[in-house]
């Protein structure tokens, strides 16, 4: 039976019995990798300047969720996910030593970049999911929106307004320092999943012949199954195309269609990251509020409206704004989401249906930047924000049914 709780309830998660220091480990890690990501373009820049390769780096960031997104569910679901979680911490601890280390002694080329981003989000399959089923085994059901909130609040004040600033400064002590910084975050996170005094979870015996492709098959059927999940996670997808749509092209709509340059770009940037943390002080009051279904189509309805007004009215106040609302609204869609997920999936399946749910939402992504880049060559640099309103309708036009 799937794990329920109270839609109007406003329990908030305690920081003791090991939910603080997953809290502490996951707002540290956001912040290495943070660092890691600002600084990983700037060093592709300086090794080639062909934009194809470039892209790449990003592409192949996206790929292994497609590849290894349900496998690393059913594996989640498998094994003693905190253990799970401080070994990933680990190897990818190494991982960026080592390529640290390549940077510093000047290494480093475009195909290490590749080979780096696609190990990285290899492994990251396994330790979102993982991290995803532990969460319930830390906090009481009626405490998750709480959680959650937190959760995302705390990550994007460490990788949205902390991490970024610190990357010109970093890169002035050496070239290498932002990806050992990386590194040791690594380590520290994967000391604090580990110091977690959690009981592996009780799973009934898998049935005798039972594969990793029965059991993702078995994670697939049961987001299929459930109305609410199916149709929210269509919606994240389409919202995704959307999202895609609008980072791959945000550069160009600003400094190109708004003649705001690269201040201009930083400071629309900055405002998505700020409305994305006080959305997290809300979010759960929110969901509270209005019950989780309608939360999220009251932040997609909101989010739609900022893209057409960044789409229709060109003025950098107008366009940073609006990104400040529509990250607001974004990280309370994310916790309902989270939330949902959790509360609705049967015990022992949530790493695979929360691997099923991310694969199918991220399959968007990279198609919504091809599509952004298209509209931004052929009607101008503000068609892709028009474009990202457009997905963004259709996801709430598809939620609608949902609300009783």
């Known amino acids: 039976m799937a794990a329920t709780t109270a839609v109007g309830d406003r329990a908030a998660p305690t920081w003791r019995g090991g ?36 892209a790449s780096v990003t592409a192949c960031g996206f790929l292994p969720w497609l590849l290894f997104g349900l496998v690393g569910g059913a594996v989640a679901d498998r094994v003693d996910q905190r253990r799970a979680m401080w070994t990933v911490d680990l190897v990818r601890a190494g991982l960026m030593a080592a390529f640290a280390a390549a940077v510093a002694l000047g290494h480093a080329g475009i195909a290490l970049l590749l080979v780096l981003a696609f190990a990285l989000t290899t492994l990251q ?33 460490a990788g949205g307004l902390l991490a970024a600033p610190l990357v010109p400064l970093l890169l002035l002590a050496g070239p290498a320092v932002p990806y050992a910084a990386d590194a040791a975050t690594y380590v520290l996170a994967a000391l604090l999943i580990a110091s977690l005094r959690t009981a592996p979870p009780a799973r009934p015996p898998r049935p005798a012949g039972s594969t990793l492709r029965t059991e993702t098959a078995e994670g697939i059927a049961v987001l299929r199954a459930d109305r609410t999940l199916r149709w929210l996670c269509a919606a994240t997808t389409l919202c995704n195309t ?22 201009g770009y930083a400071a629309t940037v900055t405002a998505y990251a700020a409305g994305g943390v006080a959305g997290g002080f809300l979010a759960r009051r929110i969901g509270a509020r209005t019950g989780r279904t309608r939360a999220v189509l009251l932040a997609g309805t909101v989010q739609t409206g900022c893209l057409v007004l960044m789409g229709t009215v060109p003025l950098l106040a107008v366009s940073a704004g609006a990104m400040a609302v529509f990250g607001f609204m974004g990280t309370v869609w994310n916790v309902q989401q989270t939330t949902l997920m959790q509360e609705r999936t049967p015990e022992g399946l949530l790493g695979r249906v929360a691997a099923a749910f991310r694969t199918l939402a991220v399959a968007g992504a990279p198609l919504g930047a091809l599509l952004g880049g298209a509209a931004a060559a052929g009607w101008g640099p503000h068609a892709p924000v028009l474009v990202a309103a457009a997905l963004f309708a259709l996801a709430v036009a598809s939620l609608t049914p949902l609300i009783n």
Do not use: E, K, Y
Request: hydrophobic share 55%.
């Open 19 to 54: 939910f603080g220091r997953l809290w502490t480990a996951a707002v540290v890690s956001r912040f290495g990798d943070s660092l890691r990501t600002a600084a990983l373009p700037l060093l592709a820049v300086s090794l080639t300047d062909d934009p194809l390769l470039i």
């Open 125 to 157: 399959t396994l330790f979102d999911n993982a991290a995803t089923a532990l969460l319930p085994a830390l906090v009481p059901a009626c405490a998750l929106a709480g959680a959650n909130a937190r959760l995302t609040t705390g990550q994007q004040l």
């Open 242 to 263: 959307g999202m895609g749509a609008l980072i791959a092209t945000l550069v160009v709509h600003v400094t190109d269609g708004l003649r705001a340059g690269q201040t």
